[in-house]
């Protein structure tokens, strides 16, 4: 899987992140990890600014899609899959 298709997942995935996280069957721990990558994902703060060559970016590609993982990891698969498909809906 190339960047360009994994990029186009994670748009999906952040709102179906966002969605999973404010069911009310979603586990506390899964809720809280989803909470901080929707958060990492659309705050303009980065841990380290896109200004400082290579590294300002090199945080994005790692550090989202790995909280993203830990995320959907979390979250029951059936719960993350109707999420999932709401979230290419909108």
Partial sequence: M??????????????????????????????????????YALSPIDLIPDFIPVLGYLDDLILLPLLAAVAIKLIPKEIMEECRIQAEGL
């Fill in 2 to 39: 190339n960047l360009k298709e994994k990029s186009k997942m994670l748009k999906v995935y952040i709102p179906a992140l966002y969605l999973a996280m404010r069911r009310k069957d979603t586990p506390i721990a899964a809720k809280i990890i989803a909470g901080i990558t929707v958060g």
